[in-house]
Structures are given as structure tokens and as C-alpha cells.
């Protein structure tokens, strides 16, 4: 067993054999910290963002196109950009993703491998595992708001993100300046692959040995069908409005712990959404369930 402290995410790190344990900084809110956790999530001090855990429960949920096609209807307005290669008989999928997630701006990125195609919903698409962990990348990236820095997250991962709360930004305002680092040249020439094969073009991004470079600004591959401008356009205003009540009511407040106070004071509407956090386990379980017994018929 190791014991690694991380400076930059102030956590601690615990490893032990393939297992790992992320033991963060809290937001000194119990109530906050607890619905953090079930939701998945730790709180970054420094910068003043959330960020997933490396053993989150939505490990265990995968992924497939219906996420993305949910993300608008749910209340998020986000690109994403899936680049899909094969490498050592198994068809790889990294998916990028950025914009307005509700009452906060984040980004992320996902690492996946094709398990089965589904056919559910009226959907029809592969459903993917989250890698484990002998398969973790090197990540890192940049989220900029109108060329500004909004937060940077790196680490060996399978899905690095990070959300700020309360920031409100149309998807278009954000580029993510992102570094994936392979394990060898033959992934690492996969990968580029389903770069090009997505729309990338060779001055879009750069080779340093083997960790690839570039900025995800427009996506080059389709946007999932509910993205729509005018749906767009009615969810953004309501996640407008709800940033700019939270920044009236925490604006003065410069720790997480006198923003979630305030909140609590103020806007206890506002409060019990944060709280609510991890109610979204539930009914992630619940699709969870429904969608393994699909995809085992």
C-alpha cells in the first residue's frame, strides 16, 4: 500500500492493489458533503470546483449514445465529441464533453470500451464499459472561457472532470485544451486515427512522443439529436437565471462554506438542489438495472 498526497486536488490517495480511494477536502457543509458523495463527487478548494472520484457509482453504468440524447431534456447543454478507435482487438471510445450542466459550467472527459449493441427506447447503438483500471490514461486539460482559464484538472484517470458552480456559459464560449498521454506508439497512432476519422485534420492537434495535443472547440461529429436551438435557447434561460440568483446570493461570500450558508439562508430552493445532488443515484440504478437486463437478452 502507498500513500500519495495530491497538492493540487488537496486529497489524499490511497492505493491498494487495483482498488482506489479518494479521501477529499470537504465544503465544511455536512449535509453538502454527504450528498457529494453519494452523488460521486469531491470538492476542490483551491479552485473552487467538483470533481468525479476515481470509483464513482456511475463506474458501474457505462455509457451509451442515450445519455448524451438525455443530457438536453435533463436540463444540460453540453457538446460532446466521441473519437472511436480500435486497438489490441477492442474498439475504444474517448468522448469528450463541455458546457452548461444545470446550475453549473464543467467539462469531461470519458474513457470506454464497446461491451454490447443495444437495441431499447427506440434506440439502437453499443454500450460501452468504463475502462478498468489497468487501462487508467494520463489526462489533463484546460477549460477556458472565452480564452479564459477556468479550471484545470489532470491525473491518471478514466474520467477526469470538473464543474464550477454557479458559472454560467453557452457551450460555444468553452474550448478545452486537452493532453491524453497512450502507453505505446501503436495506441497512440489508433488514437490519432480516430481523430482523423472524426474530422480533425493534422494541424488540429500535435504529437510530443506519445501524448497528443489539441483544443476541442467545435465539435467535428454530429450533436446528439436533442440539441435543438430553440429547446436550447428555453433550457439555457432557465440555467441562466438560476446562475445569476446564485451569484446575487453568494457574490459577497468568498469560501464554499459562506456561499452554501448564504444559499441556505436566502434560497433554500436553490440550497436543496445541491443537496438533491445524489438523488440522481437512484434513478441512474434504476436505468441501470433495466438497461443490464436489456443488453444480457
Known amino acids: 500500500m502507498s500513500v500519495q498526497?495530491?497538492?493540487?486536488?488537496?486529497m489524499v490517495t490511497r492505493r491498494n492493489g487495483d482498488g482506489f480511494n479518494v479521501i477529499p477536502e470537504g465544503t465544511g457543509n455536512d449535509e453538502l458533503d454527504k450528498a457529494i458523495k453519494i452523488a460521486g463527487y469531491s470538492y476542490d478548494q483551491k479552485q473552487d470546483i467538483f470533481y468525479s472520484t476515481i470509483d464513482p457509482w456511475q463506474r458501474d453504468i457505462g455509457y451509451c449514445r442515450l445519455y448524451d440524447e438525455l443530457a438536453a431534456p435533463f436540463?444540460?447543454?453540453i457538446d460532446c465529441e466521441p473519437i472511436y478507435f480500435e486497438y489490441l482487438e477492442k474498439?475504444?471510445?474517448?468522448?469528450?464533453?463541455?458546457?452548461?450542466?444545470?446550475?453549473?459550467?464543467?467539462?469531461?472527459?470519458?474513457?470506454?470500451?464497446?461491451?454490447v449493441d443495444l437495441n431499447i427506447l427506440g434506440f439502437s447503438g453499443a454500450y460501452y464499459d468504463c475502462v478498468s483500471n489497468t487501462d487508467l490514461l494520463?489526462?489533463?486539460?484546460?477549460?477556458?472561457?472565452?480564452?479564459?482559464?477556468?479550471?484545470?484538472?489532470e491525473g491518471k484517470h478514466w474520467w477526469l472532470t470538473g464543474f464550477k458552480l454557479g458559472e454560467f456559459s453557452n457551450p460555444?464560449?468553452?474550448?478545452?485544451?486537452?493532453?491524453?498521454?497512450?502507453?505505446?506508439?501503436?495506441m497512440r497512432d489508433a488514437f490519432v486515427s480516430g481523430l482523423w476519422n472524426a474530422g480533425y485534420p493534422l494541424d488540429e492537434f500535435n504529437r510530443n512522443g506519445n501524448t497528443i495535443s489539441f483544443t476541442f472547440s467545435n465539435p467535428h461529429t454530429p450533436p446528439p439529436l436533442t440539441r435543438k436551438p430553440t429547446t436550447d435557447r428555453i433550457i439555457q434561460s432557465k440555467?441562466?437565471?438560476?446562475?445569476?440568483?446564485?451569484?446575487?446570493?453568494?457574490?459577497?461570500?468568498?469560501?464554499?462554506?459562506?456561499?452554501?450558508?448564504?444559499?441556505?439562508?436566502q434560497s433554500p430552493e436553490l440550497y436543496h438542489m445541491l443537496i438533491r445532488t445524489g438523488k440522481s443515484k437512484q434513478s441512474y440504478e434504476t436505468f441501470s438495472g433495466w438497461l443490464t437486463r436489456n443488453k444480457n437478452k
Open 239 to 265: 440555467n441562466q437565471f438560476l446562475c445569476e440568483k446564485f451569484q446575487e446570493i453568494t457574490g459577497s461570500s468568498n469560501t464554499i462554506q459562506d456561499k452554501v450558508k448564504a444559499l441556505e439562508k
Open 91 to 115: 474498439e475504444w471510445m474517448i468522448v469528450f464533453w463541455k458546457g452548461q450542466y444545470d446550475l453549473v459550467t464543467g467539462a469531461e472527459i470519458g474513457l470506454y470500451t464497446r461491451a
Open 138 to 153: 494520463e489526462m489533463s486539460y484546460t477549460l477556458k472561457k472565452n480564452g479564459n482559464r477556468l479550471f484545470s484538472r
Open 172 to 186: 460555444s464560449e468553452l474550448t478545452m485544451d486537452i493532453n491524453i498521454t497512450l502507453p505505446n506508439v501503436r
Open 75 to 77: 436540463g444540460m447543454i
Open 5 to 10: 498526497i495530491t497538492s493540487k486536488d488537496k
